[in-house]
């Protein structure tokens, strides 16, 4: 079957061989420029780590409402704990997307002012090992999308360190996102409406169902079914913002299943990879030029992100 979007794997930008490193660089930034989407093969996220994790988020989704709601904490935007059924909509829609979600922040390492910023994570009493389990998971992608993004740099032209004390201690999330079954006739909702993600990039390891879609330039609807232990990462509204539209956050949807499989629910683990509130999000002047001509006012990431949770329902 062919290929939606291209495969790369991880391992020819960290292994030795410099041509293969430079070839990841330039098939990435290909990608990236031309659909916004890749699958990644040797991303070294454990699968015993993401199969766990799988596990103890069907546990948790399957308790009961009252149980669950426990964990979701009023004021903080959806940024930790649980966030119920039906709340976030796409920026463009008023109708809540078919979903619930847990999410899981950073954990501030050393002595860093940031600390401040950033709210508790919820521990879920009730199933502890969901919890610990979830910070080892944000540490690995955390890993390997700090290495997508020095690629991403060398592909933008800058020094391949160049996002990393910006992402340091970063406002990045982990999400786990469960479609329950679909009961009844949907009130013109599908399972997540067409949207742009916020961040620099997303990782996203398999969902338990398919589902995703991806809108290319020529308004066609692909499916993306990425095979087992490949994620599929895609570039974010704040690395377009930065390259000045060079690189391309794509329109992307999660449809209904068909009629016949209404009852099979979906679970997927997305990694919103954020910087510190504090990175300037003014683009490249690499990126500006008579051909493309400046799209974009100045802004930080903690002030776009802000605008966007205000658009998309969790923050007032």
């Known amino acids: 079957m062919e290929r939606a979007i291209p495969l790369l794997d991880l391992r020819d930008f960290t292994g030795d061989d410099h041509q293969k490193k430079m070839q990841f660089v330039a098939d990435l930034y290909k990608a990236f420029t031309e659909i916004g989407f890749v699958c990644i093969e040797g991303h070294g996220i454990?699968?015993?780590?993401?199969?766990?994790?799988?596990?103890?988020?069907?546990?948790?989704?399957?308790?009961?409402?009252?149980?669950?709601?426990?964990?979701?904490?009023?004021?903080?935007?959806?940024?930790?704990?649980?966030?119920?059924?039906?709340?976030?909509?796409?920026?463009?829609?008023?109708?809540?997307?078919?979903?619930?979600?847990?999410?899981?922040g950073q954990t501030v390492v050393g002595e860093d002012e940031i600390r401040s910023e950033y709210p508790d994570n919820v521990v879920v009493t009730d199933l502890p090992a969901f919890s610990e389990l979830g910070i080892r998971l944000y540490r690995s992608f955390e890993a390997s999308g700090a290495q997508l993004l020095r690629a991403i740099a060398l592909g933008l032209g800058l020094h391949e360190t160049y996002f990393e004390e910006k992402i340091r201690n970063g406002n990045s999330i982990l999400r786990a996102i469960h479609y329950p079954p679909i009961l009844q006739e949907p009130d013109s909702a599908i399972r997540s409406e067409q949207h742009e993600d916020i961040n620099l990039i997303t990782l996203l390891v398999g969902a338990s169902a398919g589902g995703?879609?991806?809108?290319?330039?020529e308004g066609q609807w692909l499916d993306i079914a990425p095979r087992d232990r490949e994620i599929v990462v895609n570039v974010g509204d704040m690395l377009q913002r930065l390259a000045n539209n060079t690189l391309k956050s794509t329109t992307h949807r999660v449809v209904n299943p068909p009629r016949e499989a209404w009852h099979v629910p979906?679970?997927?683990?997305?990694?919103?990879?954020?910087?510190?509130?504090?990175?300037?999000l003014t683009c490249l002047p690499s990126c500006v030029t008579p051909l493309n001509q400046l799209h974009y006012e100045p802004i930080t990431a903690g002030e776009y992100l802000n605008e966007r949770l205000r658009e998309i329902g969790l923050k007032k």
Do not use: C, N, W
């Open 46 to 104: 454990p699968d015993a780590l993401v199969d766990e994790f799988y596990q103890l988020s069907k546990q948790f989704f399957s308790f009961p409402y009252e149980v669950k709601t426990k964990y979701e904490v009023e004021g903080l935007a959806g940024q930790r704990g649980y966030t119920s059924f039906g709340k976030e909509h796409a920026k463009q829609s008023k109708v809540g997307d078919l979903k619930e979600f847990f999410q899981i």
């Open 212 to 217: 995703l879609q991806v809108l290319t330039k």
């Open 266 to 280: 979906r679970l997927s683990i997305p990694f919103f990879l954020h910087p510190r509130s504090s990175m300037d």
